[in-house]
């Protein structure tokens, strides 16, 4: 079976390196692999850390890029390699652009698309923007589909997906995780190699959501500043995004404050060994909803709305919405509560224990002896 794998930003890397490595190591599979390079620099160093090289590069990245651009460049790009492959099934992952255009141009071409990460729901097209139709559209292109968990393969019931077409697997994100964070490792960043993480409780900071740009993150930002100035034993360390709008912002309010640590974007593996040594974590990512929780930090969500919201059933998430007030006070409670944190910190993630890949490459199997 011929399975060709895309992706074009760092998460969608994160979250596909353990499986296309799998399939790499699998004698009855033959991998394919396809990047788009919608993010060039962060997708690089995921390559790098799980040796990964691609068999295809689209290197479509350009200053400036609007959603357009990348939308047309994937689905052009797309078309030529689909020709010269010819693969068994493609697949994608969550809920990119590179993710919609891909599953639209193998679709075009009759090539069935596996959708990893599938499932996932907020019912507001605007939130995340444009990340939830991504998800939604590539869900109607697929014709096989990995999902998370339950209430994953229950909202694509919902949306009449026939049910032997729904294969639940864990997130792939753990696999990813667990691989990384069992490695040793020491920091190289100057300010990171100097935390005093013994004494100090770090909270890591992401932040960067196309919604969130402008007021609502004039509001994040205003009270991680309230909190690290409330707090004297409180490091924040926020690795700033390479967005301009996000990084002006961040300066703006943040840099003034001594024990606010305005870093340079991190790969993933000093990523996930300062998650580890955090406190607990404030984010608007998708993706850390789900890592956190693994190593036992709680996480407040800095959005209106989750498409997880399993991990706010388990407890190991809180949504704190984009209000000022309202973010700073579950801050301020998880660290002066000691047993809310320890509630949150030892809740069960529920997105799986490491072995979502090899779950989906049982499913491929499946797929490839029974024809469906």
Same mark, same amino acid.
């Given at each position: 079976?011929?399975?060709?794998?895309?992706? $074009?930003?760092?998460?969608?890397?994160?979250?596909?390196?353990?499986?296309?490595?799998?399939?790499?190591?699998?004698? %009855?599979?033959?991998?394919?692999?396809?990047?788009?390079?919608?993010?060039?620099?962060?997708?690089?160093?995921? !390559?790098?850390?799980?040796?990964?090289?691609?068999?295809?590069? !689209?290197?479509?990245?350009?200053?400036?890029?609007?959603?357009?651009?990348?939308?047309? $460049?994937?689905?052009?790009?797309?078309?030529?390699? #689909?020709?010269?492959?010819?693969?068994?099934?493609?697949?994608?992952?969550?809920?990119?652009?590179?993710?919609?255009?891909?599953?639209?141009?193998?679709?075009?071409?009759?090539?069935?698309?596996?959708?990893?990460?599938?499932?996932?729901?907020?019912?507001?097209?605007?939130?995340?923007?444009?990340?939830?139709?991504?998800?939604?559209?590539?869900?109607?292109?697929?014709?096989?589909?990995?999902?998370?968990?339950?209430?994953?393969?229950?909202?694509?019931?919902?949306? $009449?997906?026939?049910?032997?077409?729904?294969?639940?697997? $864990?997130?792939?994100?753990? %696999?990813?995780?667990?691989?990384?964070?069992?490695?040793?490792?020491?920091?190289?960043?100057?300010?990171?190699?100097?935390?005093?993480?013994?004494?100090?409780?770090?909270?890591?900071?992401?932040?960067?959501?196309?919604?969130?740009?402008?007021?609502?993150?004039?509001?994040?930002?205003?009270?991680?500043?309230?909190?690290?100035?409330?707090?004297?034993?409180?490091?924040?360390?926020?690795?700033?995004?390479?967005?301009?709008?996000?990084?002006?912002?961040?300066?703006?309010?943040?840099?003034?404050?001594?024990?606010?640590?305005?870093?340079?974007?991190?790969?993933?593996?000093?990523?996930?060994?300062?998650?580890?040594?955090?406190?607990?974590?404030?984010?608007?990512?998708?993706?850390?909803?789900?890592?956190?929780?693994?190593?036992?930090?709680?996480?407040?969500?800095?959005?209106?709305?989750?498409?997880?919201?399993?991990?706010?059933?388990?407890?190991?998430?809180?949504?704190?919405?984009?209000?000022?007030?309202?973010?700073?006070?579950?801050?301020?409670?998880? #660290?002066? %509560?000691?047993?809310?944190?320890?509630?949150?910190?030892?809740?069960?993630?529920?997105?799986?224990?490491?072995?979502?890949?090899?779950?989906?490459?049982?499913? #491929?199997?499946?797929?490839?002896?029974?024809?469906?």
């Amino acid at each position: 079976m011929k399975v060709m794998s895309v992706f $074009g930003t760092r998460p969608e890397a994160i979250k596909m390196a353990p499986l296309v490595k799998k399939l790499e190591a699998a004698k %009855d599979f033959e991998s394919v692999l396809c990047v788009t390079a919608q993010h060039r620099e962060m997708l690089d160093q995921v !390559l790098d850390l799980f040796e990964l090289t691609p068999d295809h590069d !689209l290197n479509i990245m350009k200053p400036n890029q609007t959603l357009s651009m990348i939308t047309a $460049g994937v689905l052009t790009g797309m078309e030529t390699v #689909l020709e010269k492959e010819k693969p068994d099934i493609v697949l994608v992952h969550g809920d990119t652009s590179t993710t919609f255009s891909t599953a639209l141009a193998a679709f075009y071409q009759k090539i069935p698309v596996g959708h990893v990460e599938a499932g996932l729901r907020t019912y507001d097209m605007y939130s995340p923007f444009p990340e939830e139709v991504n998800r939604v559209l590539t869900g109607h292109l697929a014709s096989v589909h990995f999902a998370p968990t339950v209430k994953n393969r229950d909202n694509l019931l919902k949306e $009449g997906v026939a049910e032997d077409k729904i294969y639940i697997t $864990g997130n792939t994100v753990v %696999d990813a995780l667990l691989n990384v964070a069992g490695k040793p490792y020491e920091f190289e960043d100057d300010i990171l190699k100097n935390m005093d993480f013994e004494n100090k409780r770090v909270i890591l900071v992401t932040c960067h959501r196309r919604e969130n740009l402008g007021e609502y993150m004039m509001n994040i930002f205003s009270a991680i500043r309230d909190i690290a100035q409330e707090f004297n034993d409180v490091e924040v360390v926020y690795p700033v995004h390479l967005n301009p709008k996000v990084r002006e912002l961040a300066g703006s309010i943040l840099s003034g404050c001594e024990n606010v640590h305005l870093i340079d974007p991190l790969s993933y593996q000093p990523f996930v060994n300062l998650m580890a040594k955090s406190y607990f974590v404030i984010t608007d990512s998708g993706g850390m909803q789900e890592e956190a929780p693994s190593l036992g930090k709680p996480v407040l969500v800095v959005r209106r709305e989750t498409e997880r919201p399993e991990a706010l059933a388990a407890g190991t998430v809180k949504l704190a919405g984009v209000e000022r007030e309202t973010i700073a006070a579950m801050a301020r409670e998880l #660290l002066t %509560d000691a047993a809310e944190y320890a509630k949150m910190s030892k809740a069960s993630n529920p997105y799986g224990d490491g072995t979502a890949c090899d779950k989906i490459l049982e499913a #491929l199997r499946g797929v490839r002896d029974t024809g469906r």
